[in-house]
């Protein structure tokens, strides 16, 4: 089989199909690592938004050692909407990373032990409406941040990727309610023409007084529905939390409740803003191919399992066999 143009195109691409990795992306969080050696001594770990799986494959390289028995203990939670194909050292859920369920199931996996550093990469579908994408990827890197104060040890770190744009300065400073060091990095396998960032945050140091919870506005489908109708983040997400809930002013109407149970400290750090374009598309730099490269093309790592294109293929297929008619 000849070259994909992808692979005449993007160096890192080509790189991860020669190390074994299902993505291009398994080089952010190892150049990120190598920056800020977050891993070094790290027990646990949680990868957020993983499939196909190219962090967890860096978490379990290393996490783990060569030839250490992977079943023994539970190191590393990945959690995706999709189906992910294992990797040796990660157990693997199939999730929703804004629900109360999944930060559950992570902290069940872990038999209650916190872990020493969450990661998230996660990004919603682009619908190319600048809007609705930046509210997307905020609600995400909320999730993610959610996620983490339930299973973060004091001190642990947290990386997630973010979009940079005009308020960066403002989700620095909610991060900075969290962790006392905050950088924001821009690995070199990811694109110069993207948006695309990661913030680095370290040392976790929750406020005094907070506790986590699910409740928060922003993961409100319809946030302007009276309390009862505002369920959080899912269905019973106000179970999450164990603060007693502080009661509401008594001029205070009832779609007012919810958001006035995030009093104090969670009330000051839980709110986002979304930031960033994500409109911009990534730019592919091309780079020379060694001779022996250029002949020989490396099949991928992990075909997707079940990718969303998957039923368009087949539908279009059925299409074109049956008849002429087009697809709806
Ligand atoms: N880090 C991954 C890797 O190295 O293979 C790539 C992650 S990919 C850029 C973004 C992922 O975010 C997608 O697989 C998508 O399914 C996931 N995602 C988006 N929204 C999610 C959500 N609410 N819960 C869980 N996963 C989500």
């Given at each position: 089989?000849?070259l ?5 195109r993007d160096?890192?691409y080509?790189r ?6 299902r993505?291009?992306?398994a080089?952010k969080l190892?150049?990120i690592d190598d ?8 027990s646990?770990?949680?990868d957020?938004?993983?499939?196909p799986?190219s962090?967890s494959?860096?978490?379990s ?5 060569d030839g250490?028995d992977?079943?023994?203990e539970?190191?590393?939670v990945?959690v995706?909407?999709?189906?992910m194909a294992?990797i040796p050292?990660?157990?693997q859920?199939?999730?929703d ?6 930060a559950?199931?992570?902290i069940?996996?872990f038999?209650?032990?916190?872990c ?5 990469d996660g ?11 930046e509210?997307?990827q905020?609600?995400?890197l909320?999730?993610?941040?959610n996620?983490a ?5 004091p ?5 997630a990727?973010?979009f940079?744009g005009?308020d960066?300065?403002?989700l ?10 905050v950088?924001i990095?821009k ?11 990661f ?6 140091t929750?406020?005094?007084g907070y506790?986590p919870?699910?409740i ?6 319809d ?10 983040a ?7 939390t164990n ?7 008594a001029s ?5 409740d ?7 400290v969670?009330?000051v750090v839980?709110?986002f803003?979304?930031?960033g374009?994500?409109?911009?598309f ?6 020379a191919?060694?001779k022996?490269a ?7 790592t992990?075909l ?8 368009a293929i ?8 049956g ?6």
């Open positions: 089989m000849g994909k143009s992808k692979d005449r160096i890192y080509r991860a199909k020669e190390l074994g990795f993505a291009r992306s080089f190892l150049q920056e800020y050696k977050l891993l070094q001594g790290c646990r770990a949680v957020l938004c993983a499939a799986g962090w494959q860096v978490l390289r290393r996490l783990w050692e250490e992977k079943t023994k539970t190191r590393i990945a995706d909407l999709q189906e294992p050292g990660v157990v859920l199939q999730g990373i804004t629900s109360r369920r999944t559950e199931d992570i069940g996996h038999e209650g032990k916190l020493d550093i969450v990661v998230s990004a919603p579908d682009v619908s190319g409406l600048a809007d609705i994408d509210y997307l905020a609600q995400l909320l999730a993610a941040l996620i104060t339930f299973v973060l040890r001190g642990g770190a947290f990386v990727k973010m940079r005009r960066v300065t403002l620095y400073a909610q991060l900075r309610q969290f962790f006392p060091l950088t990095a690995p070199k396998s990811s694109r110069n023409s993207s948006m695309e960032a913030v680095v945050c370290q040392n976790y929750p406020p005094q506790t919870t699910m928060t506005p922003m993961l409100a489908a946030y302007t529905k009276s309390s009862s109708g505002a369920a959080g899912g269905e019973g997400d106000a179970a999450m603060a007693a809930p502080a009661p509401a002013p205070t109407s009832a779609k007012d919810k958001r006035n149970d995030l009093l104090g969670n009330k839980v709110p803003v979304a930031c374009d994500l409109s911009g990534d730019s592919d730099q091309s780079y191919l060694s022996a250029a002949e020989n093309y490396l099949a991928p992990q997707p399992i079940n990718p969303s294109y998957k039923e087949e539908r279009k297929r059925t299409a074109g066999a008849s002429t008619k087009s697809i709806q």
